[in-house]
């Protein structure tokens, strides 16, 4: 079944602000690396093993932005008093999937669930597993940055896991 | 830019790093501030730990690393405490953009480490007051 284009290079590039991350020369051969955010128009994939690599790794970064953006949202539901000290975090994490998104085709992105996020009734114990659950991030963003294979992309996968860790200290306050 | 474009540099961005902080130590007081003066020092050490492995590196790749020079031009005067906390958080804001360039110039083993010296900077950059922000080390920010 025939899935949708790959984004266009005008909406990639809309999306990560005219970046410009297009194309990048590794170590291993000094040849061009295709980037899910170039924007190749394509027959479509047809399933999760015909997506461009970095189209995978967008996905799951995006999966895993979202996840942490839902768990923080989930706790302030449940405890209002931490509302203050995530504002920041929650903008981070927006404006993370926001330069995600973009790069993601959407048939990709219903295809993937994310786990459920329980909230525990103490707000100590709530602190923790939301710190928890932000280190997971940095650790997964990390990961996928090392896997990109488009090197621009990659820097921008490390920024937001860089941007994480920074947002550590505001959410253990 | 190259690979080793890339390594070269964030390693004379090290060497430069490595003068300021080292000026930024002797005007700190030990006794007066002692949190500041144990923040640049550390910071002092851990460019120096840099330096010395994108040396080894640029070395194993057959490369000629690139040398310090002999003086850097300091971000302010450095003669107030707001001034030096200042003049680091400079250092690791701009330290930042180059281990992004190396991150998107390396792969694997490289890229981890410049993705871990990336993290470091985006921590160590709190311990001067700066804010945190949604992109360290981008040169320019998604919009």
Redesign the interface.
């Known amino acids: 079944m025939p899935g949708e284009p790959l984004l266009t290079r005008r909406g990639a590039l809309?999306?990560?602000?005219?970046?410009g991350i297009v194309v990048?020369?590794?170590?291993?051969g000094g040849c061009d690396v295709r980037s899910p955010l170039s924007g190749t128009p394509s027959s479509g994939p047809t399933g999760p093993a015909d997506l461009d690599p970095d189209v995978r790794t967008a996905a799951a970064a995006l999966a895993a932005v979202e996840h942490a953006l839902g768990a923080v949202l989930a706790t302030v539901r449940v405890h209002p008093s931490l509302q203050a000290r995530t504002t920041?975090v929650v903008?981070?994490h927006r404006?993370?999937r926001?330069?995600l998104a973009d790069a993601v085709p959407k048939d990709v992105r219903r295809a993937s669930v994310a786990p459920a996020y329980t909230v525990a009734g103490r707000g100590a114990v709530a602190v923790r597993r939301l710190q928890a659950t932000e280190l997971g991030l940095?650790d997964t963003l990390?990961t996928l940055?090392?896997r990109a294979e488009s090197?621009?992309f990659?820097?921008?996968l490390?920024?937001?896991?860089?941007?994480t860790?920074?947002?550590l200290?505001?959410v253990a306050r | 830019m190259t690979p080793e474009g890339a390594l070269q540099a964030v390693l004379a961005g090290e060497h430069a790093a490595i003068y300021v902080y080292g000026v930024l130590g002797a005007q700190a007081s030990q006794s007066r501030q002692p949190r500041l003066y144990d923040d640049l020092t550390q910071s002092y050490l851990v460019h120096r730990k840099r330096r010395d492995h994108l040396t080894a590196v640029i070395v194993a790749l057959h490369g000629d690393p690139v040398a310090s020079e002999p003086a850097y031009q300091l971000p302010n005067p450095a003669s107030t405490a707001a001034q030096l906390v200042s003049a680091a958080r400079t250092v690791e804001q701009r330290m930042a953009t180059l281990y992004g360039q190396l991150v998107e110039n390396s792969v694997e083993e490289q890229r981890r480490w410049a993705i871990s010296a990336l993290d470091e900077c985006a921590r160590r950059v709190l311990l001067f007051h700066a804010s945190p922000t949604d992109f360290p080390g981008l040169s320019t920010p998604p919009s």
């Open positions: 809309r999306a990560l602000g005219g970046l990048t020369t590794t170590l291993t920041g903008a981070m404006a993370h926001q330069a940095v990390n940055a090392v090197g621009g990659a820097r921008l490390a920024s937001m896991g860089a941007a860790l920074q947002r200290p505001e």
